[in-house]
């Protein structure tokens, strides 16, 4: 073994490639493997701003609250609570569209409101012979006419809402431009989402008289920008990017294509790629993984593209092989059975896991689609508010559920309250508690009180809830009636599952997260032949598979159908990749 492939000549390598790309003269590119300790590169080249006020500063961009509250703590951590004030900036791509390019072009009245999703008011689609919410009719942009044409995207309407739209009189054309004119006046009262401040930076930046306003106080505001997470940069984002780095504004990209999961938006590593290279010619790799065991660095490089060789695990020596289980899969994620001994699936990876010293609370499993996991059911966006508001209960009487989890349900039961006592009203739920003076944390606080009041869910359900509206303590202007308000139907309901404190979560809801042990679930029949064959580059499975491996820090477990784990078993060991069958 060589000096610089002992331990302690590994950790020196990764840190001298950190530290170049801490020191890297913007505009610059940052390709990241996983476990590259991308954060703590960015904060840290944040970190060196003098602590003296500055008449510059930098933003640091992210695509989630997570993600940009994690930057925050670190400097909080280290003493630099000033690096996340003006000048500088700390937050989402949404907000920093929104802050800089779209609402300083607004007028101040109605007072323009940036919502995560038209999901936060209701938006029925208005002029159609069935009730439709506008959220469900996802918005596409195509950056590439001068016009940024709009168009709904019809492959990414759900299932409930097509059969809707399968049963209507009028053509998807003129959904569609229903759909588009239901946005448009809400607009007009105040009120965007990320995709129309996308619209809008595009058209301003595009617009000579426009971008002379906007553009001077952004490149005066900011020496820099630093964008996370770059690989899920939609074609519309990018091309917001390279018309700011055209004006001058100095960009840092910090991400990793192959960990491109956001196709249905636009993302492409291609995509990216393409715009990298226009940014520099000298890219600043950080190849040195600080999660990952060797084996599961050898286990991820077997879903990328061009051969390229694994990553160097840096802190870790751990020898366990990957885990395969074969499995009989059922239609419902509770269901799947280990093929050898008829016990639930969870239940053997747990136990294989407790076998390496790995606690359940340790482990994650995952898989492509939420239908496959077991657990609490995901709120579904094409559900009516019936269904919601019954998730929204579970989810409040269930031990275990994440912040991000009951923060949902507090604000369905929030939009369900208000609708029932101001049912003639409009807004976001922020606007109508302003405008009836009652606090916004009272009314969170109400909502979750009302939720725990509730009985489960069952199939008169609506009854039960209607009465306990009625008996709530509601503000003193309420004024509900008889017609609107009234939650009616009968509620889908998962259910119930055996604890097993395993944690369990779809692929694309784990960018970020890691675990001791992850078992990723892959139920397909084919799944080896195109883990084998496929071309990650142009199969996005194969890269949802492999940030799915890639949350492991020691122990990797696949689940695959019985008739396929000796063919799984041969294609790992093909690749040198230590193995076991359980």
């Known amino acids: 073994m060589t000096p610089d492939e002992t331990a302690e000549g590994l950790r020196f390598t990764a840190r001298t490639q950190q530290q170049l790309a801490v020191q890297a003269l913007a505009p610059a590119y940052v390709p990241a493997c996983p476990g590259a300790g991308k954060t703590h590169v960015i904060t840290l080249r944040h970190l060196q701003s003098p602590s003296r006020l500055l008449r510059q500063g930098r933003a640091l961009i992210s695509f989630t609250r997570v993600a940009r509250d994690q930057m925050a703590q670190r400097c909080r951590q280290a003493g630099r609570s000033d690096l996340l004030h003006a000048p500088h900036f700390v937050g989402t791509l949404d907000s920093f569209l929104w802050e800089f390019l779209v609402k300083p072009l607004r007028p101040k009245q109605p007072i323009p409101r940036l919502l995560e999703s038209w999901a936060n008011v209701k938006a029925p689609v208005q002029g159609m012979d069935r009730e439709i919410s506008l959220h469900r009719f996802p918005m596409v942009l195509d950056p590439s006419s001068t016009s940024a ?226 657990g609490i059911a995901r709120e579904k966006s094409n559900t009516n508010q019936i269904t919601s508001l019954a998730w929204a209960r579970t989810v409040a009487h269930t031990e275990g559920a994440t912040s991000a989890e009951l923060t949902r349900a507090c604000a369905i039961a929030v939009r369900v309250l208000l609708g029932y006592w101001f049912p003639d009203e409009a807004g976001s739920p922020e606007r109508l508690c302003a405008s009836h003076r009652v606090p916004l944390q009272q009314i969170n606080r109400t909502a979750f009180a009302f939720l725990h009041s509730l009985p489960p869910p069952h199939k008169e359900w609506a009854a039960d809830v209607r009465q306990a509206m009625k008996a709530w303590p509601a503000p003193a202007d309420a004024a509900p009636h008889s017609k609107k308000g009234h939650l009616a139907g009968k509620p889908v309901v998962g259910r119930k599952v055996k604890a097993t404190g395993v944690r369990t979560n779809i692929v694309h809801q784990l960018k970020g997260d890691e675990a001791d042990a992850v078992m990723l679930m892959l139920p397909d029949n084919g799944n080896v032949q195109r883990w084998a064959q496929g071309d990650p580059t142009a199969d996005e499975l194969l890269r949802v598979w492999y940030v799915a491996v890639t949350r492991a820090r020691r122990l990797a477990a696949l689940a695959v159908p019985k008739e396929e784990a000796e063919d799984m078993v041969r294609l790992l060991r093909q690749y040198e990749v230590p193995v076991r069958v359980v």
């Open 149 to 374: 044409g709009e168009a709904v995207a019809w492959d990414n309407v759900d299932r409930d809402a097509k059969r809707l739209l399968d049963a209507s009189e009028y053509s998807r054309k003129q959904w569609q431009d229903a759909a588009l004119a239901t946005r448009t006046s809400w607009c007009e009262r105040g009120y965007y989402t990320g995709h129309e401040a996308r619209v809008l930076a595009l058209w301003a930046l595009r617009s000579p008289k426009w971008a002379s306003r906007l553009l001077p106080p952004l490149l005066s505001r900011f020496s820099e920008v630093i964008v996370d997470e770059a690989q899920d940069c939609s074609a519309a984002d990018l091309a917001i990017l390279e018309l700011l780095h055209v004006a001058g504004l100095p960009l840092v990209l910090v991400g990793d294509p192959d960990q491109a999961i956001y196709a249905w938006r636009g993302a492409q590593p291609a995509a990216l790629q393409r715009f990298a290279a226009k940014l520099t010619s000298a890219p600043v790799p950080l190849t040195g993984n600080w999660r990952s065991s060797p084996v599961i660095c050898r286990l991820a490089s077997t879903l990328r593209a061009g051969k390229r060789p694994p990553d160097t695990a840096v802190v870790r020596g751990d020898d366990v092989p990957v885990v395969v289980l074969p499995t009989r899969f059922a239609g419902s994620g509770s269901n799947h059975r280990h093929a050898s001994t008829g016990s639930g699936i969870v239940e053997v990876f747990r136990d294989v896991a407790q076998g390496y010293g790995i606690t359940a609370e340790a482990c994650l499993v995952t898989a492509y689609r939420y239908a496959t996991l077991p």
